[in-house]
């Protein structure tokens, strides 16, 4: 009798496990471009832009120019891929802007927006030194 009830209270509970909601947690705040003002800087923050790129998404680089980076597609849950582009903006400097997408979305919570803001700051730290 005993195994029965083990049984039967194992399979409620997981049933119950089943039916509980996911907490979805509301994407953070995201974190303005980086933006380079000198080619010596640009070279250096487009540099940080592909190892960061590399490390957070887990993918290796697809395209790499002095315009666009890409990785190649995420194959597995809960992986990114990632792009980034330099856009030369109206008043003389470069901004850096990225993406990232998640393999599938539903399981990633925010995953990929954490992995931008990460992006952002090494993108921004590499270019401290010139300011």
Not at 1 to 30: D, T
Not at 50 to 66: E, F, T, V
Request: charged share 15%; with cysteine; hydrophobic share 40%.
């Amino acid at each position: 009798m005993k195994p029965l009830y083990f049984v039967l209270a194992g399979s409620l509970l997981l049933g119950l496990g089943g039916c509980a909601q996911r907490v979805v947690e509301p994407p953070p705040a995201i974190k303005p471009a980086p933006v380079c003002k000198s080619e010596q800087q640009c070279s250096a923050m487009w540099s940080a832009a592909m190892n960061s790129m590399q490390n957070l998404s887990g993918m290796r680089l697809q395209i790499a120019n002095d315009y666009m980076i890409q990785t190649f597609n995420a194959i597995r849950f809960n992986t990114l891929s990632a792009s980034a582009r330099r856009r030369p903006m109206p008043d003389g400097t470069t901004a850096i802007e990225a993406t990232f997408n998640c393999y599938h979305g539903m399981y990633c919570n925010n995953l990929q927006y954490k992995a931008l803001n990460l992006f952002i700051d090494d993108v921004n730290m590499a270019g401290k030194g010139f300011e």
